[in-house]
Nanobody, 122 residues
Framework: QVTLGESGGGLVQAGGSLRLSCVASGFTFRLYGMGWFRQAPGKEREFVASISRSGNGSKYSDSVRGRFTISRDNAKNTVWLQMNSLKPEDTAVYYC???????????????WGQGTQVTVSS
């Protein structure tokens, strides 16, 4: 079955950096668009970033564009989210997600990991 395992979360001060990793198994990774989403306490889950099957295309939310970078390695079945210049409002549980239909249309993401907590202190 599809398994997505996130890691790399933690506590960081504002202005710092973290790199999240997601290792995938149970499906042909290179055929799936991959994405990162987040959910803060009391809020709905929101889109953060996504990347195409080949890695040549990416998409970001306005709130993270210019600070976060998504990347992938199809040989390692892994997708990363490099997060720089972190802000307290980036505090959330971050989820890795996969979509067989690509990376553009957010509702197409239908496989989810368990999430990793990111906390940014001010």
């Amino acid at each position: 079955q599809v398994t997505l395992g996130e890691s790399g979360g933690g506590l960081v001060q504002a202005g710092g950096s973290l790199r999240l990793s997601c290792v995938a198994s149970g499906f042909t990774f290179r055929l799936y668009g991959m994405g990162w989403f987040r959910q803060a306490p009391g809020k709905e889950r929101e889109f953060v970033a996504s990347i195409s099957r080949s890695g040549n295309g990416s998409k970001y939310s306005d709130s993270v564009r210019g600070r976060f970078t998504i990347s992938r390695d199809n040989a390692k079945n892994t997708v990363w989210l490099q997060m720089n210049s972190l802000k307290p409002e980036d505090t959330a549980v971050y989820y890795c997600s996969a979509s067989r239909k690509g990376y553009i249309y957010v509702p197409d993401f239908n496989y989810w990991g368990q999430g990793t907590q990111v906390t940014v202190s001010s």
